[in-house]
């Protein structure tokens, strides 16, 4: 049977907003943008125009993505920065990054674009696991 757990929306938000901030970064020219971009169809960058609900949307699912994450963490009995981290490495590489990989073939899109939102997600889910996991002690 699923076990639901209460959930302290605190770390939660403070997870999503971090995945957030950190994908702004990720993101702009600053970082990995500029590859990104190379790596979309032109009638995707069309869509620039909706970036408020484009950003939005991605805060949603930032907060889906952090309430999932700490329930998966307490069923999984991981606890501390040192466990959270590797938690969040392994989940980020085997149930995002591997399925992605997968995708991405198949849709012949480019490999940096796979390895700049892969490395995305591992890195997102590592640092908001190795945070949320750390504040259930």
């Known amino acids: 049977m699923l076990k639901f757990y209460f959930i ?68 999984n009995g991981t606890y501390g920065i040192k466990g959270g981290a590797k938690f969040g490495f392994v989940v980020g590489l085997g149930l995002v990054a591997a399925p992605m990989l997968a995708t991405y073939i198949w849709e012949k899109r ?7 939102n892969a490395g995305y997600w591992i890195l997102a889910l590592t640092i908001s696991s190795a945070f949320m996991a750390r504040r259930i002690l």
Do not use: C
């Open 8 to 75: 302290n929306f605190v770390p939660v938000m403070a997870a999503a907003v971090g995945q957030w901030i950190l994908g702004a970064l990720w993101y702009s020219p600053v970082l990995f943008g500029r590859m990104a971009r190379s790596g979309v169809p032109e009638n995707a960058k069309a869509a620039d125009k909706r970036w408020a609900l484009s950003m939005l949307l991605t805060f949603a699912a930032n907060i889906s993505v952090s309430v999932i994450l700490l329930h998966v963490i307490l069923l």
């Open 110 to 116: 480019p490999l940096r674009l796979f390895v700049v």
